[in-house]
């Protein structure tokens, strides 16, 4: 259970990394002349995925606590 656990730790934070890196790719894409506009939404697209997959995680990892 606990290896699980880290597993899915390390899996999250894997997915924050990319999710952080993907900031900075758009971001360079967006400021350099002229830019491909289909890149940048595939690429927003993939951070979104990514931003789903680390809230499913994240309730994982955090089981609800009800009050």
């Known amino acids: 259970m606990e290896a699980d656990r880290e597993e899915l730790s390390r899996r999250l934070e894997e997915l ?3 999710h952080r890196d993907l900031d900075d ?4 894409l967006a400021e350099d002349g002229p830019f491909n506009q289909l890149q ?4 927003k697209k993939r951070k979104l995925l990514l931003k789903d ?4 995680l994240e309730s994982e990892l955090l089981p609800d606590i009800i009050a």
């Not at 940048?40 to 690429?43: E, M, P, S, T, V």
């Not at 997959?53 to 499913?56: A, F, G, N």
């Open 16 to 18: 924050k990394v990319e």
């Open 25 to 28: 790719v758009i971001a360079r």
């Open 40 to 43: 940048i939404q595939r690429l």
């Open 53 to 56: 997959q680390m809230i499913r």
